[in-house]
């Protein structure tokens, strides 16, 4: 299983980004799907996730700024960021809690996406 992320680049503060992250491979299901975002110097940080059901939770930095959304037929999660900010420049890391089928039956694990950076200049 494989969780590939896009649509990262340079943008000025106030404009828009679009990532997409897509999950490969022989998946069984997928619960929550999620953002995580690391600045330079900081900690790796919550910052969108959204259930199978649809259900979403925002960091208070992002609130009114940023949706994410996900398409379960395509194993896709997106986040919709608008009037970025400096601050919001960071590596953004696609996560998933996906299961599998093995020979032991199914397993759920915990998989991340290689990142894709975002830069905001000011």
């Known amino acids: 299983v494989q969780l590939q992320a896009s649509g990262g680049g340079l943008v000025q503060a106030g404009g828009s980004l679009r990532l997409s992250c897509a999950a490969s491979?022989?998946?069984?299901?997928?619960?929550?799907m999620g953002w995580y975002r690391q600045a330079p110097g900081k900690q790796r940080e919550l910052v969108a996730t959204?259930?199978?059901?649809?259900?979403?939770n925002y960091a208070d930095s992002v609130k009114g700024r940023f949706t994410i959304s996900r398409d379960n037929a395509k194993n896709t999660v997106y986040l919709q960021m608008n009037s970025l900010k400096p601050e919001d420049t960071a590596v953004y890391y696609c996560?998933?809690?996906?299961?599998?089928?093995?020979?032991?039956?199914?397993?759920?694990?915990?998989?991340w996406g290689q990142g894709t950076l975002v830069t905001v200049s000011s």
């Open positions: 959204i259930t199978s059901g649809g259900s979403t």
């Open positions: 491979g022989s998946i069984f299901s997928i619960k929550h």
């Open positions: 996560n998933a809690d996906i299961t599998i089928a093995t020979m032991e039956g199914r397993r759920e694990y915990d998989y």
